[in-house]
């Protein structure tokens, strides 16, 4: 028993040695990386371009090659950082480079002036490859399309939308080569689906934005949708009919004078609408085939109703002699 637990302690005493051991060599290795990386290396790397400010006007074209070959100095922590992500140069089309009549070109000298910018005041640029790019760019169409909202709104009885639904934008900016940008004519929203509605509505809806079109640009992707939701209840009143367009030399009589026009409006307006607010009128001229009767219809309806009829259909009439 005893020399069991005395080969036991032997063999802990050597395993804690190794974890030891190990654990200074990992410390060591952590102190010569943390050296290296220190010290100050010079190497060549490939940016990728990053264009900034292109006016709204123009499409760059066939710049997916478009890559600066740079050589510089700086410490290792900062060359590991170029390693990890894929380092970028940005050129700014609105002070890098010179515009001709069909080519944006930049000059590697530009750089030199906003190394800092770029780099960062810890780097030094030895060199830039190649010394020039040149930019082939084409006319960008920039037109205002409207936005056409998509809905499916449930009411609580008796509760209903007052006017319009307000857009807010009520157009996008659509901007990119005329040959495609001339073929959007709108932009529809994402549908608006809500239930039990029965207080204002406000909310942010997502535009459908035609896929797989890299090349056109738009002004934004969502709009603020907003309505103003109030009690609605309805009326009715008689409205006198009045018969057009019978020829001067015949004597009409019809039946009846009056009809009933219903409407539905905002509890709000309802004392405010007045029978003199509507029109009937039966047209004589179309009458067709013999017909035995007019039809009334609402020439004119109240600005504060959301929608009104006619609760008869037929007006009888019999010519006199």
């Not at 005395?6 to 063999?11: H, P, Q, V």
């Not at 760059?60 to 740079?70: F, R, T």
């Not at 009885?157 to 900016?173: A, C, E, M, Q, R």
């Not at 009104?308 to 010519?319: L, M, P, S």
Request: aromatic share 10%; net charge positive; hydrophobic share 40%.
């Amino acid at each position: 028993m005893i020399r069991k637990l005395k080969k036991e302690i032997l063999i802990s005493i050597r395993n804690r040695k190794i974890n030891v051991f190990f654990l200074f060599l990992l410390l060591a290795f952590i102190i010569l990386i943390f050296t290296k990386l220190s010290n100050e290396f010079t190497n060549t790397i490939t940016f990728d371009i990053n264009k900034i400010n292109v006016p709204q006007e123009n499409v760059v074209l066939n710049d997916s090659n478009a890559k600066l070959k740079v050589t510089l100095k700086t410490h290792g922590f900062k060359w590991l950082g170029y390693y990890l992500s894929k380092p970028k140069i940005n050129i700014d089309f609105s002070k890098d480079v010179i515009k001709t009549k069909s080519t944006f070109i930049w000059d590697k000298s530009k750089a030199y002036l906003y190394s800092d910018e770029q780099f960062g005041n810890k780097v030094e640029l030895l060199n830039i490859s190649p010394d020039t790019l040149v930019f082939k760019y084409d006319v960008n169409l920039v037109k205002k399309v409207p936005i056409l909202l998509n809905t499916d709104v449930a009411f609580v009885s008796g509760f209903d939308v007052t006017g319009n639904y307000k857009l807010n934008p009520d157009s996008i900016v659509v901007v990119g080569p005329e040959i495609i940008a001339s073929k959007v004519k709108s932009v529809q929203t994402e549908k608006l689906t809500l239930d039990d509605v029965k207080s204002n509505i406000s909310s942010m809806v997502k535009l459908k934005l035609p896929k797989n079109n890299k090349d056109l640009k738009f002004s934004t992707n969502e709009i603020q949708v907003s309505a103003t939701v109030e009690k609605y209840t309805e009326g009715t009143l008689k409205i006198p009919v009045s018969v057009i367009n019978v020829p001067a030399d015949m004597t009409l009589n019809y039946f009846p004078k009056e009809v009933i026009v219903a409407y539905y409006t905002s509890l709000k307006d309802f004392k405010a609408i007045k029978a003199e607010d509507f029109v009937v009128e039966c047209d004589f001229s179309a009458i067709e085939n013999q017909q035995a009767y007019l039809t009334p219809k609402l020439t004119k309806i109240s600005k504060l109703v959301k929608s009104a009829k006619v609760n008869q259909q037929r007006i009888e009439f019999i010519i006199l002699e």
